[in-house]
């Protein structure tokens, strides 16, 4: 079952991908990169980093989103959650040196002061480089939950739904332009 739905997912995966105005970051290795980014202006409420760095509505984020068809396509065989945690630790790592070749080469790179994600996988993003913050809008925190939902259920192998809500807690994942370039540039 999960290979159809996998497979339905994998063709409407373009459409997805053009009405989002995503594009792929440059590769730095053998691997192609593992997220799919795009540009825009933060809504949230005020955040201040560990570097100092000050984030405020309307700055301009790159926002990440994980390749999530490809990663589940590589991950639905794999039962141990702490190989599939290595594996997902690895893409993520190997890839982010993308992102900041992305910021550093964008039309817009001075006006760039980090980027941005929300995933509910926030262990061991610290090491990183990534800091977590709570989303504090709780209508929005649901609706985060509700889309990662049909993704947690792929990717779970005997979780019940109530299980799934019950530990699932989509969070922000920030980093600085700072940070990003100390820790990933080529």
């Known amino acids: 079952m999960r290979g159809y739905v996998l497979s339905i997912w994998n063709f409407f995966d373009p459409f997805y991908f053009f009405c989002t105005r995503l594009t792929f970051p440059p590769r730095t290795g053998m691997e192609s990169n593992i997220f799919r980014v795009r540009l825009t202006k933060y809504r949230g409420r005020d955040v201040v980093l560990s570097d100092g760095t000050k984030i405020t509505k309307n700055d301009v984020l790159v926002k ?33 040196p993308g992102i900041e070749h992305f910021i550093r080469t964008s039309n817009c ?26 989303i504090s809008h709780p209508i929005y925190r649901w609706f985060k939950v509700c889309a990662f939902l049909p993704i947690e259920i792929l990717s779970s192998a005997n979780q019940s739904i109530h299980n799934i809500l019950k530990h699932q807690t989509p969070k922000y994942l920030f980093m600085s332009r700072n940070t990003l370039n100390k820790m990933y540039r080529i």
């Open 109 to 134: 790179s001075e006006k760039i002061k980090g980027i941005v994600g929300i995933t509910h996988l926030n262990k061991g993003c610290d090491r990183l480089g990534f800091e977590i913050f709570e």
């Open 64 to 96: 990440i989103h994980l390749h999530n068809v490809k990663l589940l396509r590589e991950l639905i065989e794999i039962k141990s959650e702490l190989r599939r945690a290595k594996i997902l630790y690895r893409h993520v790592q190997e890839s982010l």
